[in-house]
C-alpha cells in the first residue's frame, strides 16, 4: 500500500526581502516626506505672514490697478483690476513669445542649411553668425537693439514715411490697420474653405504620388487657391475693409497699429538668439542622415532642392525636434528679461508692478511660477505630439 503525501509551495520571501514590495514601500515614504515639508512650508509662510498682518488670498485681483500699461492686447485702462493686469501681460508675453519661434525657427533652419553649404562664403557667414550671436549675453543683446539702435530711429517729425502708410520713429512702427465692414464674414468664410481645399488637395496629392510615382505641384495649386478664393470672395462682397491709416497728431502718431520700440528690441534679440542654438541643431540633424539617402536621392534624379526637403530634412526631423523643444522652452523662459527694457509683459506687469502695489508676493510669485510652468507643459506636450507624426514608421 502506497503512502500518499502532500508537497506544499514554498513560502515566498518576508515582505521586507521582496524588492518590489520594498519599492512600493520607500515610494511612499518619498512622497509623505515631500507632502510633509510642502505643507509645512505653507503653514508657516500663513503663519509668519499672519503673525506681521500681511494679508493672503486672491481678493486684490478685484481691486483698481490705477497705473497705465503702454501696450495691451486686451481692453485695458488704469481703472481695470489687477486681474487684468495679469491678462495684459500674459498676452504680452504670449504674443513675444510666438513672434519669436515662428522668427527663430525660419532664421535658423536657413542659417542651419547655409552651414553646409557649399559655398564657402555662405557656409563661413553662417558660422560666423552662429558664433557670435550665441556667445554675446542675451540681456546685451537686447540692450543693443533698444538703445543702441531703436533708440536712435529719428523723432516722430522725422520719421521714416514709407508710401504714406508706414511710419517708423523712436516711438515705434506704425502700421494701417485694417477694419472689416458688413458683409466681411463671406471673405471669412472662402479663406476657411481654401485652408480645407488645399488640405484635401494635400492628401490627394500624397495618395496619387504612392499610388503613380507622380508629383503634384502642391505648393502652388494650393497658394493659388488660399489668395484666388479670398480675392473672389472679397469682391463679390463689395470690398467690405477698411484702413485706418496712422496720422501725425501732436507730438506722436495716432490710429492704425503700433509696434512699440520695446517689443521690436525684445522680439529682434529673441529671435536672432534663439536662431543660433537652432541653426546648429539643424546642422546636426541633417549631418545624423545617412550620406547613401543623399546619394541614392541624386540616383533618382532629385535636384539638390527636393532631395533635401523630401529625403534628408524628415528623417533629420527626428534628431531637430527634441532639442528644437528645448529651445522653445528656453525662448518663452528668456522673454521674462523684457523687464530690463519695460516691456509690459508677464513679469514687468504682474510680478512687478501690481507685486509692488499689492504687497501679495507669495500669491502673485505662485501664479507667475504656474503660468511659466504651464506654457512650457503646453510645448512639450505639443511638440511631443508632432515628433511622433513625424517620426519614421517601421513597415
Same mark, same amino acid.
Given at each position: 500500500?502506497?503512502k =500518499?503525501?502532500?508537497?506544499?509551495?514554498?513560502?515566498?520571501?518576508?515582505?521586507?526581502y521582496d524588492?518590489?514590495v520594498?519599492?512600493i514601500?520607500?515610494?511612499?515614504?518619498?512622497?509623505?516626506?515631500v507632502?510633509?515639508?510642502?505643507?509645512t512650508?505653507?503653514d508657516n509662510t500663513?503663519?509668519?505672514?499672519e503673525?506681521r498682518?500681511?494679508?493672503?488670498g !486672491?481678493?486684490?485681483?478685484d481691486?483698481?490697478?490705477?497705473?497705465?500699461?503702454?501696450?495691451?492686447l486686451?481692453p485695458?485702462?488704469?481703472t481695470?483690476?489687477y486681474?487684468r493686469?495679469?491678462w495684459?501681460g500674459l498676452t504680452n508675453t504670449?504674443?513675444v513669445?510666438?513672434?519669436g519661434?515662428?522668427?527663430?525657427t525660419?532664421?535658423?533652419?536657413i542659417?542651419?542649411?547655409?552651414r553646409?553649404s557649399?559655398?564657402?562664403?555662405?557656409?563661413?557667414?553662417?558660422?560666423v553668425y552662429?558664433e557670435?550671436?550665441?556667445?554675446i549675453p542675451?540681456?546685451?543683446?537686447?540692450?543693443?537693439?533698444y538703445?543702441?539702435v531703436?533708440?536712435?530711429?529719428p523723432s516722430?517729425r522725422q520719421?521714416v514715411?514709407?508710401?504714406?502708410?508706414?511710419?517708423?520713429n523712436?516711438?515705434?512702427?506704425y502700421?494701417?490697420e485694417?477694419l472689416? =465692414?458688413?458683409?466681411?464674414g463671406?471673405?471669412?468664410?472662402?479663406i476657411?474653405?481654401?485652408i480645407?481645399?488645399?488640405?484635401g488637395l494635400?492628401t490627394?496629392?500624397r495618395?496619387?504620388?504612392?499610388?503613380t510615382?507622380?508629383i503634384?505641384?502642391t505648393?502652388?495649386v494650393?497658394?493659388?487657391?488660399?489668395?484666388l478664393?479670398p480675392?473672389?470672395?472679397y469682391a463679390?462682397?463689395?470690398q467690405?475693409?477698411?484702413?485706418?491709416?496712422?496720422a501725425?497728431?501732436g507730438?506722436?502718431f495716432g490710429?492704425?497699429i503700433?509696434?512699440?520700440?520695446?517689443?521690436?528690441?525684445?522680439?529682434?534679440?529673441?529671435s536672432?538668439?534663439?536662431?543660433?542654438f537652432?541653426?546648429?541643431?539643424v546642422r546636426?540633424?541633417?549631418?545624423?542622415v545617412?550620406k547613401?539617402?543623399t546619394e541614392?536621392?541624386?540616383?533618382?534624379g532629385l535636384p539638390n532642392?527636393?532631395?533635401l526637403r523630401l529625403?534628408?530634412i524628415?528623417?533629420?526631423m527626428?534628431?531637430i525636434?527634441?532639442?528644437l523643444t528645448?529651445?522653445?522652452?528656453?525662448?518663452?523662459?528668456n522673454s521674462?528679461?523684457?523687464?530690463?527694457?519695460?516691456?509690459?509683459?508677464?513679469v514687468a506687469? !504682474?510680478?512687478?508692478?501690481?507685486?509692488? =502695489?499689492?504687497?501679495?508676493?507669495?500669491?502673485?510669485?505662485?501664479?507667475t511660477?504656474?503660468?511659466?510652468?504651464?506654457i512650457?507643459?503646453?510645448?512639450?506636450?505639443?511638440?511631443?505630439?508632432?515628433?511622433?507624426?513625424?517620426?519614421?514608421?517601421?513597415?
Amino acid at each position: 500500500m502506497k503512502k =500518499q503525501t502532500t508537497q506544499s509551495s514554498p513560502a515566498g520571501p518576508r515582505p521586507w526581502y521582496d524588492p518590489r514590495v520594498r519599492s512600493i514601500f520607500f515610494q511612499i515614504v518619498a512622497i509623505a516626506l515631500v507632502a510633509w515639508g510642502g505643507w509645512t512650508l505653507v503653514d508657516n509662510t500663513l503663519s509668519n505672514m499672519e503673525s506681521r498682518g500681511i494679508s493672503t488670498g !486672491f481678493g486684490f485681483l478685484d481691486e483698481s490697478a490705477g497705473f497705465a500699461i503702454i501696450m495691451h492686447l486686451v481692453p485695458y485702462d488704469a481703472t481695470m483690476s489687477y486681474g487684468r493686469t495679469f491678462w495684459v501681460g500674459l498676452t504680452n508675453t504670449l504674443l513675444v513669445s510666438a513672434m519669436g519661434i515662428v522668427a527663430a525657427t525660419i532664421l535658423g533652419f536657413i542659417i542651419g542649411v547655409a552651414r553646409l553649404s557649399n559655398n564657402w562664403l555662405v557656409a563661413k557667414i553662417s558660422l560666423v553668425y552662429i558664433e557670435v550671436i550665441r556667445n554675446i549675453p542675451l540681456l546685451l543683446q537686447i540692450f543693443f537693439w533698444y538703445f543702441a539702435v531703436l533708440s536712435n530711429l529719428p523723432s516722430p517729425r522725422q520719421s521714416v514715411d514709407v508710401g504714406g502708410a508706414v511710419f517708423l520713429n523712436n516711438r515705434g512702427l506704425y502700421l494701417p490697420e485694417p477694419l472689416t =465692414q458688413d458683409g466681411f464674414g463671406l471673405v471669412w468664410a472662402a479663406i476657411i474653405i481654401a485652408i480645407a481645399a488645399v488640405a484635401g488637395l494635400k492628401t490627394w496629392a500624397r495618395k496619387r504620388q504612392l499610388a503613380t510615382g507622380e508629383i503634384f505641384p502642391t505648393f502652388k495649386v494650393g497658394a493659388a487657391i488660399m489668395v484666388l478664393l479670398p480675392v473672389v470672395a472679397y469682391a463679390s462682397a463689395g470690398q467690405p475693409l477698411e484702413w485706418d491709416i496712422p496720422a501725425l497728431k501732436g507730438f506722436n502718431f495716432g490710429g492704425g497699429i503700433t509696434l512699440i520700440p520695446e517689443l521690436a528690441a525684445l522680439w529682434i534679440a529673441l529671435s536672432l538668439y534663439t536662431a543660433s542654438f537652432i541653426a546648429e541643431i539643424v546642422r546636426s540633424g541633417i549631418l545624423s542622415v545617412s550620406k547613401g539617402q543623399t546619394e541614392a536621392a541624386k540616383a533618382l534624379g532629385l535636384p539638390n532642392g527636393l532631395s533635401l526637403r523630401l529625403v534628408v530634412i524628415p528623417q533629420a526631423m527626428r534628431v531637430i525636434i527634441p532639442p528644437l523643444t528645448s529651445q522653445y522652452l528656453n525662448l518663452v523662459k528668456n522673454s521674462s528679461l523684457a523687464t530690463a527694457i519695460g516691456y509690459p509683459d508677464l513679469v514687468a506687469v !504682474f510680478m512687478g508692478t501690481t507685486l509692488n =502695489q499689492t504687497g501679495q508676493a507669495v500669491e502673485v510669485v505662485a501664479i507667475t511660477m504656474a503660468v511659466y510652468l504651464t506654457i512650457s507643459l503646453l510645448i512639450s506636450l505639443f511638440m511631443n505630439i508632432y515628433n511622433r507624426a513625424v517620426a519614421i514608421k517601421e513597415r
